[in-house]
């Protein structure tokens, strides 16, 4: 038996997650994942209006708002086979493209960047090299050698106290780190411009959404914008112009600087593409839908197996049967009650049974969904591959942009194999990114298009049937697919399952033992210091984990779990 690594909390994600490792011969031989808190929020829904869903789900997570009010009201309009009108539907495509391009540069700069950056050794860098260098890369407005020199300032005031501030908790010097000092600097000056430019993103859910987090417009049939022209209270073209704005200042981030990046730090650390793959059966559904119906989408979306292109199921439609029947989740090795085997998320059962961390039993409260019973991987990747099968140009074209750029500085050619990896899953999360933000102005278009033509309407009333009906909303989410399954009876929720990206790739070992993504994706990673293991956080961190939504804590009998007091 090899040495035994327990990372407990896994830092810079949203929530509570586990990983132990077993490392022999300088690699990792096994892997468990474990989600540390309990989801109970399905229980919290039993009874309830099914038009109230949306916003209970939201506070399943203070990060993953918007996805799940949107997953949640199409679960209700499927069940209810409802038509939503054209405005509702570009109003909320606006909105969960620009949370989802807000959570992408966050997730890259803020959360996982410095992963592969040493901060510290920005210190020893010439602003002027930097500046020529980001000047061959691109012409962002930000790369000048005044801005490189004024963050270097800054940096060096930090480390002169003894207090690195934000960089406080890094693996500065470890033998992993790469990048030289002028990209380094680079780096930690695009770490500070995202933190502004990630601003308008948000601004335009919160427009939109009239908060954020936690958007208060969505309804099950619509949106409750009212639009009007001549009215400053509601959504109105003023109003639309600032999101436009907002827009293109996104553009030119992701397309001057945040692809640029990927590219350059997957040349730089061009043998991370061989390490991390794991699962390579990924899973992505449809998003962005363009008629009443939900059975046209701006973005595809489907099943490749084993990585292989040739091979991609697309899923077309909100009533898609494929998708439906494909879906069930495991506990065998989840701390709930179980031996009934996998279910469908429409049986689903969430008790709790916890009994500590066992190696081969029980170990997390995370469930294990599978397809069509194997493990899938979720999240940019999968859907980057599944557009990419389908012919997606736009995807094309800047997946093909990001692997021409990066083989450019490596020297070398890059094979599209190499986004089956740890850097891949960035450089997806990146060219998913650029995608998302020639559709989000392209939803702009649209709306205001229609306005002009005199339809104003958002909203079409429910009607719950007497007797029993069920349905799932799915939503192409940042970190991947999410579904909301809802069994409705006289009005009333019977049974409600939220199956998240986090619950796929996170999971456990399913019904078969077989390792969920995370465990996969760490088997052969090597380790060179497991005093230190950053290239364990390398790997999760690529997935951008969310485990408050993956599981949720509840105290049974409603007691306070934790009290925080604001100084």
Same mark, same amino acid.
């Given at each position: 038996?090899?040495?035994?690594?327990?990372? =407990?909390?896994?830092?810079?994600?949203?929530?509570?997650?586990?990983?132990?490792?077993?490392?022999?011969?300088?690699?990792?031989?096994?892997?468990?994942?474990?989600?540390?808190?309990?989801?109970?929020?399905?229980?919290?829904?039993?009874?309830?209006?099914?038009?109230?869903?949306?916003?209970?789900?939201?506070?399943?997570?203070?990060?993953?708002?918007?996805?799940?009010?949107?997953?949640?009201?199409?679960?209700?309009?499927?069940?209810?086979?409802?038509?939503?009108?054209?405005?509702?539907?570009?109003?909320?495509?606006?909105?969960?493209?620009?949370?989802?391009?807000?959570?992408?540069?966050?997730?890259?700069?803020?959360?996982?960047?410095?992963?592969?950056?040493?901060?510290?050794?920005?210190?020893?860098? =010439?602003?002027?090299?930097?500046?020529?260098?980001?000047?061959?890369?691109?012409?962002?407005?930000?790369?000048?050698?005044?801005?490189?020199?004024?963050?270097?300032?800054?940096?060096?005031?930090?480390?002169?106290?003894?207090?690195?501030?934000?960089? /406080?908790?890094?693996?500065?010097?470890?033998?992993?780190?790469?990048?030289?000092?002028?990209?380094?600097?680079?780096?930690?000056?695009?770490?500070?411009?995202?933190?502004?430019?990630?601003?308008?993103?948000?601004?335009?859910?919160?427009?939109?959404?009239?908060?954020?987090?936690?958007?208060?417009?969505?309804?099950?049939? %619509?949106?409750?914008?009212?639009?009007?022209?001549?009215?400053?209270?509601?959504?109105?073209?003023?109003?639309?112009?600032?999101?436009?704005?907002?827009? +293109?200042?996104?553009?030119?981030?992701?397309?001057?600087?945040?692809?640029?990046?990927?590219?350059?730090?997957?040349?730089?650390?061009?043998?991370?593409?061989?390490?991390?793959?794991?699962?390579?059966?990924?899973?992505?559904?449809?998003?962005?839908?363009? +008629?009443?119906? %939900? /059975?046209?989408?701006?973005?595809?979306?489907?099943?490749?197996?084993?990585?292989?292109?040739?091979?991609?199921?697309?899923?077309?439609?909100?009533?898609?049967?494929?998708?439906?029947?494909?879906?069930?989740?495991?506990?065998?090795?989840?701390?709930?009650?179980? %031996?009934?085997?996998?279910?469908?998320?429409?049986? %689903?059962?969430?008790?709790?049974?916890?009994?500590?961390?066992?190696?081969?039993?029980?170990?997390?409260?995370?469930?294990?969904?599978?397809?069509?019973?194997?493990?899938?991987?979720?999240?940019?990747?999968?859907?980057?591959?599944?557009?990419?099968?389908?012919?997606?140009?736009?995807?094309?074209?800047?997946?093909?942009?990001?692997? =021409?750029?990066?083989?450019?500085?490596?020297?070398?050619?890059?094979?599209?194999?190499?986004?089956?990896?740890?850097?891949?899953?960035?450089?997806?999360?990146?060219?998913?990114?650029?995608?998302?933000? +020639?559709?989000?102005?392209?939803?702009?278009?649209?709306?205001?298009?229609?306005?002009?033509?005199?339809?104003?309407?958002?909203?079409?009333?429910?009607?719950?049937?007497?007797?029993?009906?069920?349905?799932?909303?799915?939503?192409?989410?940042?970190?991947?697919?999410?579904?909301?399954?809802?069994?409705?009876?006289?009005?009333?929720?019977?049974?409600?399952?939220?199956?998240?990206?986090? /619950?796929?790739?996170?999971?456990?070992?399913?019904?078969?033992?077989?390792?969920?993504?995370?465990?996969?994706?760490?088997?052969?990673?090597?380790?060179?210091?497991?005093?230190?293991?950053?290239?364990?956080?390398?790997?999760?961190?690529?997935?951008?984990?969310?485990?408050?939504?993956?599981?949720?804590?509840? +105290?049974?009998?409603?007691?306070?779990?934790?009290?925080?007091?604001?100084?």
């Amino acid at each position: 038996m090899g040495k035994r690594i327990t990372i =407990d909390p896994i830092t810079r994600i949203e929530g509570h997650l586990r990983v132990d490792c077993e490392v022999n011969g300088g690699k990792v031989s096994k892997a468990w994942a474990s989600g540390q808190m309990w989801r109970g929020v399905e229980q919290i829904l039993l009874g309830h209006d099914p038009r109230d869903a949306w916003a209970i789900t939201q506070r399943i997570c203070g990060v993953c708002t918007t996805v799940h009010a949107v997953a949640s009201v199409r679960a209700v309009e499927n069940a209810l086979q409802m038509e939503v009108p054209v405005n509702a539907q570009y109003i909320r495509n606006l909105i969960i493209t620009a949370h989802a391009i807000h959570d992408h540069i966050v997730h890259f700069y803020h959360l996982s960047a410095l992963d592969w950056v040493d901060v510290v050794s920005a210190l020893k860098a =010439d602003p002027a090299k930097t500046a020529s260098l980001a000047g061959g890369l691109s012409n962002w407005n930000g790369n000048s050698r005044q801005e490189f020199t004024k963050v270097k300032e800054r940096l060096a005031g930090f480390v002169g106290t003894g207090q690195l501030g934000i960089f /406080t908790n890094g693996y500065w010097g470890h033998p992993a780190m790469k990048l030289s000092p002028e990209v380094n600097l680079l780096a930690v000056t695009h770490y500070l411009q995202a933190l502004e430019v990630q601003r308008y993103a948000n601004k335009i859910v919160a427009v939109l959404g009239s908060k954020s987090p936690h958007i208060q417009n969505m309804a099950v049939g %619509g949106v409750s914008n009212p639009i009007a022209l001549d009215s400053q209270s509601v959504l109105t073209i003023e109003r639309l112009l600032a999101v436009k704005e907002w827009i +293109d200042k996104l553009n030119d981030f992701i397309k001057n600087v945040y692809l640029v990046d990927i590219a350059a730090i997957g040349a730089f650390y061009a043998d991370w593409t061989a390490i991390g793959a794991g699962v390579t059966d990924y899973l992505s559904v449809p998003d962005l839908p363009l +008629d009443t119906k %939900g /059975t046209q989408f701006a973005l595809p979306g489907g099943y490749v197996k084993g990585g292989d292109l040739a091979s991609v199921k697309p899923i077309k439609s909100f009533n898609d049967a494929y998708f439906r029947d494909g879906v069930e989740e495991s506990v065998k090795h989840s701390w709930y009650k179980g %031996g009934k085997g996998a279910l469908h998320p429409y049986k %689903g059962e969430t008790e709790p049974d916890y009994t500590d961390f066992q190696d081969n039993g029980k170990y997390s409260w995370v469930k294990s969904p599978t397809f069509y019973s194997k493990p899938a991987q979720v999240g940019p990747l999968s859907r980057v591959l599944a557009m990419a099968a389908q012919n997606h140009k736009p995807t094309l074209k800047y997946l093909t942009g990001v692997l =021409d750029t990066a083989g450019s500085l490596a020297n070398t050619k890059i094979p599209l194999a190499a986004v089956h990896s740890t850097i891949g899953r960035h450089a997806a999360r990146a060219v998913s990114c650029a995608v998302q933000v +020639d559709e989000l102005a392209n939803q702009w278009q649209l709306l205001v298009d229609n306005i002009g033509k005199g339809d104003t309407k958002t909203f079409n009333k429910p009607v719950f049937p007497k007797g029993e009906v069920s349905g799932v909303g799915f939503h192409e989410a940042p970190r991947g697919v999410l579904s909301h399954w809802v069994v409705i009876k006289g009005g009333k929720i019977t049974n409600y399952q939220a199956v998240v990206p986090t /619950t796929w790739n996170a999971a456990p070992r399913n019904e078969g033992d077989e390792p969920g993504p995370y465990e996969a994706s760490l088997m052969n990673t090597p380790i060179a210091d497991p005093e230190r293991p950053l290239e364990v956080l390398r790997t999760v961190h690529s997935f951008d984990p969310c485990l408050a939504c993956a599981v949720h804590v509840l +105290d049974a009998e409603g007691k306070p779990v934790v009290q925080v007091k604001a100084l």
